[in-house]
Structure formats: C-alpha cells, structure tokens
C-alpha cells in the first residue's frame, strides 16, 4: 500500500486563516546569522518555510499544523510563535 505524499495528507486538513495577526514572526537579521533559517526549512514538516528570491525567510503561517517544531530549533530571538487565536488555525479531519 502506498502512502500519501505530504500534499496529499495535508489536504485532509482545513486551515483557518487569521489575516489580522501572524502567529509566527520572524526576526530575519538573527534567523540568518544564527544559521535559523535552514534549520526551520529542513525541520517542518508542513513546509511552512522557505527562502524567497531576496534571500529572506518566507512563512506560509497559513499551513502551520502548529506542532512547534519550529519553535524548539529557532536560536533564540529568531522566531516568535505562539498558537493562532481562538477559532484560527489547522483544524485536524483526519487522525
């Protein structure tokens, strides 16, 4: 039996969206000088992150599954996260 590709299982999910206020904030300067920035690429597994064409940290806050990886591999000072508010976020369908 072949597993569901990471797409595939997410899809499963419904995500709500906070447009008003980010439950992930990035301080690009010391996620860059910390080496922050790949750890949180290689280490989410929703692929929330990654480098846009300038060269800074791009998050996709929007297909966070909030599991806090991300927030466990940050230096300290490069990220702030913090559950989404009330009502927002990844609503789990499936397992």
């Given at each position: 039996m072949?597993?569901?590709?990471l797409p595939e299982r997410l899809a499963v999910n419904r995500f709500?969206?906070?447009d008003e206020s980010c439950h992930i904030v990035v301080d690009q300067?010391?996620?860059r000088s910390t080496?922050?920035?790949q750890r949180l690429i290689s280490c989410c597994?929703?692929?929330?992150y990654s480098v846009g064409a300038d060269g800074s940290l791009e998050v996709e806050h929007a297909a966070c599954l909030e599991?806090?990886?991300c927030a466990a591999v940050a230096a300290p000072g490069?990220?702030?996260w913090e559950y989404p508010r009330g009502g927002f976020g990844v609503q789990?369908?499936?397992g």
């Open positions: 072949k597993l569901p590709s709500v969206t906070d300067e010391i996620a080496g922050t920035v597994p929703a692929g929330v599991c806090g990886t490069a990220l702030r789990f369908r499936d």
